[in-house]
């Protein structure tokens, strides 16, 4: 059971306990992309493991008749052993994701692994139309990524983009990744069909996108984390297509450490949690 000081951010250990939450956003009209928490693995075993954990969620979601989807980290299910081993699995979950006519997200990981992601999704896209990639506005090979996804059925998540990468390939300056998340934002909403997904928090990134949407009509849907900005969440639902990614599963420590440091707010309601006020 997760204690209830990390509760806030991940939605349990178990299945059951993540479908609970699952059922009670879709009450308030929002609906969960599940991620089971685990990366970087370098043997198959857990690999296969997490593979087969995503298809039996798939199949129990479909059984309690919710509308969540999954989302699955490349270096989850095998990429770091080999990207052969990577798209083997995917191609699995995605698999019986058809079966439940269920959406697949694929996340997006650290530079040197966004040209697997980016194939395996390609392939995907064109063969099934519930997939989804996420991809990195702070990384300056993204306006060129964008123009080849452009071309793709499926849906694009844009992120800021959450890893610490070199400044040879990535802007690194929160303004100047402001500026090209505005810019990507831009170029999406006027050349993709639909399919846009306004991964991010931050206000004026998902006003600039309802400015575009209003200009353009391109369909687009707002995704946050659990835990984060959950009142803004349910308001925007109101008008807007919200889906809440929440991560359930075991390995929930290092997850709940990372978002407990990463800004002063969340650190203090950990705090207050701990000392019970
Ligand atoms: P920031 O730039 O961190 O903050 C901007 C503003 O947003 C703040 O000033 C504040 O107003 C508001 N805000 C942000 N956080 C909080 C908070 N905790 N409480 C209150 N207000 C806040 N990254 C990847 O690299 N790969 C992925 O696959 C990936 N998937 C993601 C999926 C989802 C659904 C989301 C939401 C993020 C994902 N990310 C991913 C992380 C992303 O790249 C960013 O690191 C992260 O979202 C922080 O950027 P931001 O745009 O939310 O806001």
């Known amino acids: 059971m997760i204690p209830p000081i990390a509760s806030r951010f991940v939605a349990g250990e178990t299945p059951a306990e993540l479908l609970e939450h699952v059922r009670q956003l879709e009450d308030q009209g ?3 992309i599940c991620n089971r928490l685990g990366e970087h693995y370098e043997q198959p075993e857990p690999a296969i493991d997490d593979r087969d954990a ?3 969620l798939l199949t129990d979601i479909d059984n309690a008749g919710l509308g969540a989807c999954i989302s699955v980290k490349p270096s989850q299910i095998g990429l770091g052993i080999g990207e052969e081993t990577f798209r083997e699995n995917l191609a699995i979950i995605v698999d019986r994701a058809a079966t439940h006519e269920k959406f697949v997200w694929i ?8 040209d697997a992601t980016l194939d395996a999704y390609a392939d995907h896209a064109t063969e099934y139309e519930r997939v ?8 300056k090979r ?8 452009a071309d793709l059925p499926g849906k694009v998540r ?4 959450a890893y610490d990468e070199p400044a040879a390939i990535a802007h690194r300056k929160k303004p100047r ?3 090209a998340y505005r810019d990507c934002l831009d170029f999406m909403f006027e050349e993709f069909d639909d399919g846009i997904a306004v991964g991010s928090h931050d206000p004026a990134m998902i006003e600039h996108a309802t400015r575009r949407h209003e200009e353009f009509g391109t369909d687009f849907e707002i995704q946050m984390l659990m835990g984060v900005r959950e009142e803004a969440q349910l308001e925007l639902a109101e008008e807007y297509d919200v889906w809440q990614y929440a991560p359930y599963g075991g390995k929930w420590l290092s997850y709940f450490s990372r978002r407990a440091m990463e800004r002063t707010e969340n650190l203090t309601f950990a ?3 701990i000392v019970g006020q």
């Open 132 to 139: 989804g990639v996420c991809i990195q506005a702070n990384l």
């Open 158 to 161: 844009l992120v800021k983009g």
């Open 177 to 179: 990744v402001n500026e």
């Open 30 to 32: 929002v609906r969960t």
């Open 271 to 273: 705090l207050r949690a």
């Open 54 to 56: 995503y298809c039996d």
């Open 142 to 149: 993204t306006p060129e990524d964008l123009r080849r996804l």
């Open 107 to 114: 996340d997006m990981e650290d530079h040197p692994t966004t």
